[in-house]
C-alpha cells in the first residue's frame, strides 16, 4: 500500500501513528521544501509558538484547518489535496489532525529529521 493510499484510508477510520508517520514523506513530495519548508511558511506567519511545541518536548499545540487554509493558500491546498485525491477541506482536516504528531515523531532531538525517500 503506498503512502497516499494509507492517508486515503485514514479518512474514513481512526488516525493513528502509522499515518502520522506516513504524512511527512507525502508532504515532502507533495510541497516545496516538504515539511520543512510548511514549518518555515508557519513560523514566518506567526505560528512559531505551535511549531517550537511541535518540535520540543511537551505537549503540542493544535493548529486549526483555517490557520493552514492562511498559510499554503487555497490554491496550493487545492493542489495537494487534487494529488491525494481527496476534497481540499478533508485535506486540511487531516493536515491539522497529524502534523503536530508527525512533526513531533520527526524531531525527537528537537531538530526535524528528513524522511528518507523511498526505495
Known amino acids: 500500500m503506498s503512502l497516499i493510499d494509507t492517508i486515503k484510508n485514514s479518512l474514513g477510520g481512526s488516525v493513528g501513528g502509522i499515518v502520522a508517520s506516513a504524512l511527512p514523506g507525502i508532504l515532502e513530495a507533495a510541497l516545496p521544501g516538504g515539511v520543512q519548508g510548511l514549518l518555515n ?3 514566518q506567519s506567526g505560528y512559531g509558538q505551535q511549531v517550537n511545541s511541535w518540535l520540543g518536548r511537551g505537549p503540542n499545540q493544535p493548529i486549526t484547518t483555517e490557520d ?3 498559510v499554503l493558500g487555497t490554491e ?3 493542489a495537494i489535496a487534487q494529488r491525494l485525491g481527496i476534497p481540499p477541506d478533508d485535506f486540511l482536516a487531516l493536515l491539522a489532525k ?3 504528531e ?4 520527526q ?3 528537537g531538530t526535524l529529521q528528513t524522511p528518507k525517500p523511498a526505495a
Open 41 to 43: 511558511k508557519l513560523q
Open 68 to 70: 493552514l487554509r492562511r
Open 76 to 78: 496550493q491546498a487545492q
Open 98 to 100: 497529524l502534523l503536530p
Open 102 to 105: 508527525a512533526v513531533d515523531q
Open 107 to 109: 524531531s525527537p532531538e
